[in-house]
């Protein structure tokens, strides 16, 4: 179902295809990572700590990350100082 996610952008990365999208990294502050779409005119950088809601398949593979789709209320929380971007 929907989680909200509180974390650190970790990578960001602009996918290829039919519908070329930008998709980003975020570590929770749980410990977990989700990879996820970026909402459009949402512009984080790498180090920025961000919150969204979003629904959450977490992976096969590994029980510490999953996939996020539909993200909404995606905000800015805090920065990356600058000079380190």
């Not at 999953?66 to 100082?81: D, H, I, N, Q, S």
């Amino acid at each position: 179902g929907k989680v909200e996610v509180d974390g650190e952008v970790l990578a960001m990365k602009k996918t290829t295809g039919q519908f070329p999208t930008w998709k980003m990294m975020v570590k929770a502050d749980a410990g977990w990572r989700v990879w996820v779409t970026m909402p459009r005119g949402f512009n984080p950088h790498k180090g920025d700590r961000v919150r969204f809601t979003a629904t959450l398949e977490q992976s096969d593979d590994d029980a510490t990350f999953a996939f996020g789709k539909r993200p909404t209320g995606a905000e800015l929380v805090g920065t990356e100082p600058q000079g380190t971007r």
